[in-house]
């Protein structure tokens, strides 16, 4: 897999994080990538090595009709997420992970390529 022609293996932003992994950035763009970033979201880098082999920026922030915030993710991503980076997303929703081998391995993806995200507002008729 070519890391670089899928930006949700590299970068996955919530409410107020970002999982990033600026190995994958280009040297002349990295800074101002995280220097904006930073302005309004707690960042959180990962390695190559973390997103290409654990899809650790293969993630989603979700919540649920009371407004709960969790994170989903593969087992994969949880075990290569280390303890500090762990504790920093915990901070931003619980932490669920499930085993997903067969979208890792042959999909090319992982939990957020399985995840749909709806931003309407809800009918109150």
Same mark, same amino acid.
């Not at 997420?81 to 997303?89: C, G, H, M, N, V």
């Given at each position: 897999?070519? =890391?670089?022609? #899928?930006?949700?293996?590299?970068?996955? @932003?919530?409410? $107020?994080?970002?999982?990033?992994?600026?190995?994958? =950035?280009?040297?002349?763009?990295?800074?101002?990538?995280?220097?904006?970033?930073?302005?309004?979201?707690?960042?959180?880098?990962?390695?190559?090595?973390?997103?290409?082999?654990?899809?650790?920026?293969? &993630?989603?922030?979700?919540?649920? *009709?009371?407004?709960?915030?969790? &994170?989903?993710?593969?087992? #994969?991503?949880?075990?290569?997420?280390?303890? *500090? *980076?762990?504790?920093?997303?915990? /901070?931003?929703? /619980? &932490? =669920?992970?499930?085993?997903?081998?067969? &979208?890792?391995? @042959?999909?090319?993806?992982?939990?957020?390529?399985?995840?749909?995200?709806?931003?309407?507002?809800? $009918?109150?008729?």
């Amino acid at each position: 897999m070519c =890391i670089r022609d #899928s930006t949700n293996v590299v970068l996955s @932003i919530g409410d $107020n994080f970002a999982v990033v992994c600026t190995e994958s =950035i280009d040297s002349e763009n990295r800074e101002s990538v995280l220097e904006s970033l930073k302005q309004t979201h707690e960042v959180i880098e990962v390695s190559l090595e973390q997103a290409e082999q654990g899809f650790c920026a293969n &993630i989603l922030q979700v919540s649920n *009709q009371k407004g709960d915030k969790f &994170i989903a993710m593969s087992d #994969s991503a949880y075990k290569k997420f280390t303890e *500090q *980076q762990l504790s920093i997303l915990s /901070k931003h929703g /619980k &932490i =669920i992970h499930a085993s997903l081998p067969t &979208i890792e391995e @042959i999909g090319g993806g992982s939990a957020r390529c399985m995840l749909c995200e709806v931003f309407l507002q809800r $009918n109150s008729a």
